[in-house]
């Protein structure tokens, strides 16, 4: 038999298991894994799901209560420039693994693809640096939330971060229905929070406070533009203010690729991912960019309130601006939409590291257990027990634990995003070898391949062991393990023209379908938005 008759074979063999699974779908049952003998992720999640589940990845602590850091390390010009900059390469890595994910959503996400374009090293690599991400920021989201509540309250952070912890675990245990639905609500909260505070923050830079004080460019007179990072004169000092900026940035960003995790589990996958993808550029302009921008007028990058780590109960630069403005009460109401933020962003972490290394089969077995409803329930259990990290914050302080935790995500999601970007030029030239119409896919951006293509801590007098650890650490691990990984698994990358872009596509393919026209001007309207 020849090589091309030996593929055809092949690919008709996996075809046929594939329409076999979408058939036990179709009769009620959930499809069995033939090589583990255990249940199938099953696809809950709904379109407003996946477009809130994308939104819910882009607005979280990291804009709410993150920009307070990056605001007093880089000033207000430092701050928006950081945040453009992240945003950019935030949109680009969106962009190669939306089309990669729109035509294939399977089960493991974007550490499945680089399995199947690049390597099974760099697939283990990506897997368990990005648990490693989100087990990590898990702990630094409750410690958020700690922070956050310290505006009313001088309890112990340990009971808000177990209320936080409880919330969190019990939706994640509801299942992938249950997680869809809690995360729409928190989105829709978030949404209209981020929104409300950029229309109030303009009423106040033109005077519309009680005060009537129009702050206009004010802070960026005085203090100033940019900060002078570490009390470096100069360019120099204007320049490492902005760089500063950069890793907050990073941490508010990461989890933007979420939708690539959620893919296995959503229905209708090639309508309903490439949607939420065309639309992160709309929600980067519209929250960060302008979000950073206005908190860049409202309050002056040398107020102590921004000050994370000084033990107090410190604030959003949002809530701080509204303090000054003397508005009453709505500070309160305003932290208590920041805390869902909060419980959403932890509700997330704890999905994303329960889902995906396992099924890209870079963990034990035993983590692809499931419930009859499709619960990956041991892998849950596992990643759940990581959230008690966040009470080192009951004695180091809620806001240095945040600032630990957020440090060492950030490294690791940019890590996360170069393997995204690296796997998706492999992806590219998989498609030109075997002469695959890009136009054709169910995603594709005219950007492509072009978009795909910690120093603070050695500063005189700047040394800390723990700024050291929690930057540097996951750099040092990603190549570590991908060497371990390339050796002892031994396998080279894949030729381009035996890339596999076959398995997998009848069952999508079976589970695509049209939505039905809108019946009204309302329905029409929530299509377009959803």
């Known amino acids: ?60 602590t990291g804009l709410f209560l993150g920009t307070a850091t990056a605001l007093q390390n880089g000033g207000p010009v430092g701050l928006l420039l950081g945040y453009i900059v992240m945003g950019s390469i935030c949109y680009s890595v969106m962009i190669s693994l939306g089309e990669m994910i729109a035509y294939l959503p399977i089960p493991g996400g974007h ?25 990590i920021i898990l702990p630094a989201e409750l410690s958020a939330s700690a922070v956050l509540i310290g505006l009313w309250s001088d309890v112990n952070p340990a009971v808000w971060i177990t209320v936080t912890m409880v919330v969190t675990i019990t939706i994640n245990f509801l299942g992938a229905g249950a997680y869809g639905e809690a ?71 990461i989890g933007t690729e979420i939708v690539a995790i959620a893919a296995g589990e959503a229905k209708n996958p090639r309508r309903n991912l490439p949607r939420a993808i065309k639309r992160v550029y709309i929600r980067i302009c519209l929250f960060y960019i302008l979000g950073t921008f206005i908190i860049g007028l409202l309050v002056p990058y040398t107020s102590k309130g921004l000050d994370l780590t000084d033990g107090t109960a410190a604030s959003s630069p949002f809530v701080i601006a509204i303090n000054s403005a003397g ?47 499709g619960l990956p329930w041991v892998s849950l259990v596992f990643c759940s027990a990581f959230a008690l990290l966040s009470y080192m914050g ?65 500063l005189k007098d700047n040394w800390a062991t723990d700024t050291f650890v929690t930057n540097y650490l996951p750099l040092a691990l990603f190549p570590l393990l991908y060497i371990t990984a390339r050796f002892y698994i031994r396998k080279p990358m894949v030729n381009p023209g035996d890339m596999d872009f076959v398995t997998n596509i009848a069952e999508i393919e079976a589970e695509t379908y049209d939505d039905p026209p809108p019946r009204n001007k309302l329905e029409a309207f929530w299509q377009w938005l959803m």
């Open 1 to 60: 038999m020849s090589t091309s008759d030996s593929k055809n074979v092949d690919a008709k063999e996996k075809i046929a298991t594939h329409v076999s699974d979408v058939e036990s779908l179709k009769q009620g049952g959930n499809p069995i894994d033939e090589t583990t003998g255990e249940v199938k992720l099953v696809r809950q999640l709904k379109n407003r799901h996946i477009a809130m589940i994308s939104i819910g990845g882009v607005i979280g």
């Open 111 to 135: 550490i499945k693809l680089a399995e199947r374009f690049v390597n099974p090293a760099l697939s283990f690599t990506m897997g368990w640096n990005y648990w490693y991400n989100w087990v």
């Open 183 to 253: 995360e729409f609500i928190f989105a829709s909260i978030k949404v209209i929070t981020i929104v409300g505070l950029i229309i109030l923050g303009i009423v106040l830079d033109l005077g519309g406070g009680p005060s009537h004080d129009r702050i206009g460019f004010r802070y960026w007179k005085h203090p100033g533009p940019f900060a002078q990072f570490a009390d470096i004169p100069g360019s120099k000092g204007r320049f490492l203010a902005w760089w500063a900026v950069m890793t907050q940035a990073a941490f508010s960003f």
């Open 327 to 373: 508005i009453k009460a709505l500070p309160s109401i305003i932290n208590a939409c920041l805390l869902t933020s909060a419980w959403s962003a932890a509700s997330s972490d704890l999905y994303t590291s329960s889902h995906g290394l396992a099924e890209a089969g870079n963990a034990p077995k035993i983590f692809l257990k499931t419930s009859k409803n």
């Open 394 to 458: 009951v004695n180091s302080g809620a806001g240095r634990v945040f600032g630990w935790f957020a440090n060492m995500t950030s490294v690791a999601g940019l890590l996360t995003w170069f393997g995204i970007s690296f796997t998706y030029t492999r992806f590219y030239q998989g498609l030109v070898a075997q002469g695959y119409d890009r136009s054709k896919l169910p995603f594709a951006s005219k950007l492509q391949p072009y978009a795909a293509c910690g120093w603070k801590v050695f």
